[in-house]
């Protein structure tokens, strides 16, 4: 996760829903989230925690198989630095 920066994870204990947030500083998303994808660590964790998730994206399966994907992507409706 080096392009990802400001990492954060916050829990709403109403819901029990975790939420992520992080800036990502790199210039291709795609590729660098299939390079971290394809990391042995990062599989082994995913592998060790979906079991205590549920995915709110219809149809995904894992973190690892990637389509759909497991975590939803949300719109940046508001920023300040």
């Known amino acids: 996760m080096g392009r990802n920066k400001s990492y954060s ?7 029990g829903i975790l939420f ?15 390079r971290m994808r394809e990391n042995p660590k990062v599989r082994e964790w995913w592998a060790m925690t979906d079991g205590f998730q549920e995915s709110l994206v219809p149809g ?3 973190s690892e198989s990637g389509d759909p994907a497991w975590w ?3 719109e940046e409706v508001f920023y300040t630095p």
Do not use: C, R, W
Not at 20 to 27: M, P
């Open 9 to 15: 994870i916050f829990h709403d204990p109403g819901t």
């Open 20 to 34: 992520a947030s992080f800036k990502y500083v790199g210039f291709d998303f795609a590729g660098d989230m299939e």
């Open 60 to 62: 995904a399966k894992n």
């Open 72 to 74: 939803q992507e949300l």
